[in-house]
């Protein structure tokens, strides 16, 4: 009888799981996150130095001629200050 409980309990155990599974592969394929819905797009802007995409909210700035450029760390906005 106990054997036939754990039996049961392991199978509701890995039928969950596998339905978790499936319903978070179903949301990855739709581009949302569980239990919050459709996420915000944001515009990542390219470091001049590195390359790296940063977001414009996290990165640090300047402003040349008109022109604001993002960088990812204070080493990248040294190095393009010593460039310019």
Not at 43 to 63: N, W
Request: aromatic fraction near 10%; proline fraction near 5%; charged fraction near 20%.
């Amino acid at each position: 009888m106990i054997r036939f409980l754990l039996l049961a309990l392991l199978f509701i155990m890995l039928a969950r799981a596998f339905w978790k599974l499936v319903g978070s592969i179903i949301e990855g394929s739709r581009g949302t996150s569980p239990g919050r819905g459709q996420a915000a797009a944001v515009k990542l802007v390219r470091d001049p130095v590195c390359g790296t995409y940063v977001p414009p909210r996290a990165g640090l700035s300047v402003t040349a001629a008109g022109t604001t450029h993002y960088f990812c760390s204070e080493r990248c906005l040294n190095e393009y200050r010593g460039r310019s």
